[in-house]
């Protein structure tokens, strides 16, 4: 297995138990990506790139399918296998052929998260939807708030962006489109996207764009800017409630920091490289780790402390509670 390539399985909010699949190689150093967002729990990127052609360390089509082909019997309850990882998966221009060449081994349903930056492209949006399942970001119908909230690369425009969600979401046969409206507030008092106003546009744009499932949430892990912070619930709530009432209870998904889902059995092959793999993705307390990897306690904490002598990972703090991060 090419652990850089699949990862070990995920236990994730939205899609329960996924394996997580990178498709640029060079993680950890978060240079493939065309955002530099506000929140991103990986921090800043230094240098955004523009586009698919400027990325560096895509694989290749085989290179999935043989790192694939083994390692995802090794869970038995998979829910998906999913593209998002350190970089943008879009940016990888053999998307498409990625997910023809899994259909070959496996009957997992595919899905692919993305920060929706290159739905405008045509050949971008024919790779998604390969797949059964995008989930899409939005943070703004409003063109300046929006680029406050991503810092785009220089071409980006919101305009383009929701004009190719649209088109995704109206293709026939097409993946289920789902937008994920990640709600921030900051903590200088200066307005992001939880106001009335922003809700309003957000509502808005969701009705153009017309997708099929709305995910509602906030910030759970430590953001890239000190400045921002979650969300209250009790604002979450009214802000769900707004979109259930325009878009119907069976389409709008409210997302809370701790939901629990059920723990599944998974067959570990090297659990090291697996926690390694997992921090990379996301900070995450240890608690998380133990749900995310299905090890116990006593399995884990002498992975962390051997992780954090080699200089892999380090400790932050965020609010009342201690996170771990790959360096």
């Not at 996924?18 to 967002?37: A, E, H, Q, T």
């Not at 063109?143 to 690369?153: C, F, G, S, Y």
Request: glycine share 6%; net charge negative.
């Amino acid at each position: 297995m090419n652990s850089r390539i699949v990862y070990g399985p995920i236990l994730s909010r939205r899609l329960g138990r996924s394996l997580g699949v990178d498709v640029i190689k060079n993680i950890g150093s978060k240079k493939n990506c065309n955002y530099d967002c506000i929140y991103c729990q990986l921090g800043h990127v230094e240098n955004k790139i523009p586009g698919p052609g400027d990325a560096r360390g895509a694989v290749t089509p085989k290179e999935v399918a043989e790192s694939l082909q083994t390692f995802h019997k090794g869970v038995e309850d998979l829910a998906y296998i999913t593209f998002s990882g350190t970089c943008e998966p879009t940016l990888n221009l053999s998307l498409g052929e990625i997910i023809r060449e899994i259909r070959k081994v496996s009957e997992i349903p595919i899905c692919i998260i993305t920060n929706s930056s290159l739905a405008g492209r045509p050949d971008v949006r024919a790779n998604l939807a390969e797949s059964d399942l995008v989930v899409a970001t939005l943070v703004s119908g409003n063109e300046e708030t929006w680029r406050k909230i991503h810092r785009p690369a220089p071409g980006i425009k919101l305009d383009e962006v929701v004009e190719g969600l649209r088109e995704l979401a109206r293709k026939e046969p097409g993946p289920k489109l789902a937008l994920e409206i990640m709600l921030l507030e900051s903590a200088d008092e200066s307005p992001l996207n939880s106001t009335e106003e922003e809700i309003e546009g957000l509502i808005e744009a969701v009705k153009y764009i017309a997708p099929q499932e709305i995910e509602i949430l906030t910030v759970s892990r430590p953001p890239a800017e000190a400045y921002i912070v979650p969300v209250a619930e009790e604002r979450l709530r009214e802000i769900a409630e707004r979109f259930v009432s325009e878009f119907g209870k069976e389409k709008v998904r409210l997302v809370l920091k701790g939901k629990k889902k059920a723990r599944s059995k998974v067959s570990h092959q090297d659990p090291e490289e697996e926690v390694y793999a997992l921090l990379l993705r996301r900070p995450c307390t240890f608690e998380q780790t133990v749900k995310a990897q299905d090890v116990g306690p006593e399995t884990l904490r002498p992975i962390l402390e051997k992780l954090i002598e080699e200089g892999k990972i380090e400790e932050i703090d965020s609010g009342d509670e201690k996170y771990y991060r790959a360096k």
